[in-house]
């Protein structure tokens, strides 16, 4: 199962997220529930780093492990546009989850 962990602030802007595992939908390669979540997570961080110019600290690991984190003291307008982005890859991530939730969970924490 692939794990994802949506770390927000306390006024409830995404700080980080961590995600690790695998989905086991089907075979290495044909894995569409793995494609899914990976072409999601990494063209949102690809796409905050060429739309606004932040670079989040981004580690990646065995078993499917990536985390990202964001920096903080971003301008409003880069801040606004970074968010909008992860928001818009927690409702894809949402997506996947509700169709193949067997192979995927989502937690939120503070």
Do not use: W
Not at 10 to 17: D, H, R, V, Y
Not at 23 to 41: L, M, P, R, W, Y
Not at 55 to 83: I, M, R, T, W
Request: charged share 20%; aromatic share 6%.
């Amino acid at each position: 199962m692939i794990r994802i962990t949506i770390t927000r602030t306390e006024s409830g802007t995404i700080q980080s997220f961590t995600m690790s595992g695998h989905a086991d939908f089907a075979n290495h390669g044909e894995d569409i529930v793995c494609a899914g979540v990976s072409a999601v997570s990494f063209g949102t961080v690809n796409a905050i780093e060429v739309l606004t110019g932040v670079v989040p600290d981004v580690k990646q690991g065995e078993g499917g492990f990536l985390e990202c984190v964001f920096p903080e003291n971003l301008s409003d307008a880069n801040e606004e546009k970074v968010q909008l982005l992860l928001e818009a890859m927690v409702v894809s991530l949402q997506g996947i989850e509700k169709e193949y939730g067997k192979h995927i969970k989502i937690t939120f924490k503070k």
